[in-house]
């Protein structure tokens, strides 16, 4: 079974600055990985997609995440944290085949913090 | 485009009471996941269907829990009889499976809380 690790469950940051968000999978084969954003009280909503056609992968509202497969991560970041940024991440991580194709692996989520 | 559809959004009961949850997917998706989200647990896989056929419901907690999807476009995740530690926000999610990355489209959840 796939895996998923999302190094601290907090993170915060003052509006304008950089947004890191880590994740760190396994897998023995290249998977497919998604950040999912989560507003409070509502449902999990895809922020973007890495499906092996390009490494850096642009997402909504200015984020974007890199696929490096030698460190088996996904980190994904914004250049300039805005306050409606603020919410909960999650990484996930899909199976390419087998029987549980389809099927997804999320992290335990990172609480994203913005301060004025 | 009508996302994925859930009712009640909030639903409130007593222990020992039934609870069903309903979901509505995407028009043309083959897939459905049900999911429970907590605190302590974090988001949970519970059951997924694909072309309404059960493939794991291995994170089903116990013979309380059932789900079915006797259609396309309906799935029911009933638990009887419900107990306080089954309080949580359940999600449906939906996706397509064929030449594609399988992302899951969420519904808004239901809200359950069992005193």
């Known amino acids: 079974a796939q895996s998923v690790t999302q190094l601290g469950s907090h993170v915060s940051v003052s509006e304008g600055a950089l947004v890191l968000l880590r994740c760190n999978y396994s897998?023995?084969?290249?998977?497919?990985l998604f950040w999912y954003v989560q507003y409070p009280n509502q449902g999990l909503q895809l922020l973007l997609k890495?499906?092996?056609?390009?490494?850096l992968v642009k997402g909504i509202n200015g984020f974007e995440a890199e696929f490096k497969k030698s460190e088996t991560s996904f980190h994904l970041t914004k250049p300039s944290a805005h306050m409606s940024d603020a919410a909960e991440y999650f990484c996930?991580?899909?199976?390419?085949?087998?029987?549980?194709?389809?099927?997804?692996?999320f992290g335990r989520g990172t609480q994203l913090t913005v301060w004025p | 485009d009508a996302g994925v559809i859930q009712s009640p959004r909030h639903e409130v009961t007593e222990m020992g009471q039934e609870v069903t949850l309903r979901c509505k997917p995407i028009?043309?998706?083959?897939?459905l996941f049900w999911y429970r989200q907590t605190m302590m647990r974090g988001l949970e896989l519970l059951i997924y269907?694909?072309?309404?056929?059960?493939?794991?419901d291995s994170g089903m907690p116990e013979d309380r829990f059932s789900a079915k999807m006797p259609n396309a476009s309906f799935s029911t995740l009933k638990i009887q009889p419900s107990e306080p530690r089954d309080s949580a926000v359940y999600f449906c999610?939906?996706?397509?499976?064929?030449?594609?990355?399988?992302?899951?489209?969420f519904g808004p959840g239901t809200r359950l809380t069992v005193t």
């Open positions: 897998s023995s084969v290249p998977p497919y």
């Open positions: 269907f694909n072309n309404n056929v059960p493939i794991d």
């Open positions: 890495y499906t092996s056609a390009a490494t």
């Open positions: 028009s043309g998706h083959n897939s």
């Open positions: 999610a939906s996706s397509f499976q064929g030449q594609g990355f399988y992302e899951q489209y």
């Open positions: 996930a991580v899909s199976e390419s085949g087998g029987s549980t194709l389809g099927r997804l692996y």
